[in-house]
C-alpha cells in the first residue's frame, strides 16, 4: 500500500516562500512519476507542477511557472515543491500524488494519479 505524506504547509506573507515535501512509502518510488495539486475553498483541485520518474523531465501550471519548482530525492523517496513569490490565490490544501503506472512522463491528468496524500493547507496572507 502506498503511502504518501505532505509537509511544510503554513502561514505566510505575500511574496513569502515555502517549501513542500511528501514523503513516499510501500512500493518502489524512484519507479513512478510525482505530482502536486491544490484545492482553494469553494473550487476544484488543480494541477500545479509534476515530475518524471527519473526527475529529468517536469511540467508546471501556468499559474506557477517562474515561482515553482519540483524536484524530488529518490534516495529519500521524497518530491519536493518549492514555492517562491507566494499569492493569495496560492491559498489552497497542496496535495501530492503518486503516478499509477511505472515510467511515465510527468502529467497533468489527475486520472494518472493512483494515490494520493492527505494534504497540507497554505495560507498566503495579503
Known amino acids: 500500500q502506498v503511502q504518501l505524506v505532505e509537509s511544510g504547509g503554513g502561514l505566510v506573507q505575500a511574496g513569502g516562500s515555502l517549501r513542500l515535501s511528501c514523503a513516499s512509502s510501500?512500493?518502489?518510488?524512484?519507479?513512478?512519476?510525482m505530482g502536486w495539486f491544490r484545492q482553494a475553498p469553494g473550487k476544484e483541485r488543480e494541477f500545479v507542477a509534476a515530475?518524471?520518474?527519473?526527475?529529468?523531465?517536469?511540467y508546471y501550471a501556468d499559474s506557477v511557472k517562474g515561482r515553482g519548482t519540483i524536484s524530488r530525492d529518490n534516495a529519500n523517496n521524497t518530491v519536493y515543491l518549492q514555492m517562491n513569490s507566494l499569492k493569495p490565490e496560492d491559498t489552497a490544501v497542496y496535495y501530492c500524488?503518486?503516478?499509477?503506472?511505472?515510467?511515465?512522463?510527468?502529467?497533468?491528468?489527475?486520472?494518472?494519479?493512483?494515490?494520493w496524500g492527505q494534504g497540507t493547507q497554505v495560507t498566503v496572507s495579503s
Open positions: 500524488a503518486a503516478h499509477g503506472r511505472k515510467f511515465y512522463s510527468a502529467s497533468d491528468r489527475e486520472t494518472n494519479y493512483g494515490y
Open positions: 510501500g512500493r518502489t518510488f524512484s519507479s513512478y512519476a
Open positions: 515530475i518524471s520518474w527519473r526527475g529529468g523531465s517536469t
